[in-house]
């Protein structure tokens, strides 16, 4: 898969998870898939992401859409 249609997501709270993150980009498009990055030792989340879409046009609307949020 391309990583033109992959998002970096940062500004995670702590509560956010995959399903939270899948819901709230799922309004763009089709989401193939969502990692949040762990850290290793605490297994906390490091507050920051990945997002990936189907396409690239969902991908760019969605970074339009949810910038600064």
């Known amino acids: 898969a391309s990583n033109k249609h992959k998002l970096f997501v940062a500004g995670l709270s702590w509560s956010a998870d995959e399903r939270s993150l899948t819901d709230a ?3 763009f498009g089709t989401v193939t898939e969502v990692r949040i ?18 396409n690239n046009y969902e991908a760019k609307c969605a970074k339009d859409a949810m910038d600064g949020k």
């Open 37 to 54: 990055m762990y850290d290793k030792n605490s297994g906390r989340s490091r507050g920051f992401g990945f997002v990936q879409f189907s």
């Open 25 to 27: 980009f799922s309004s």
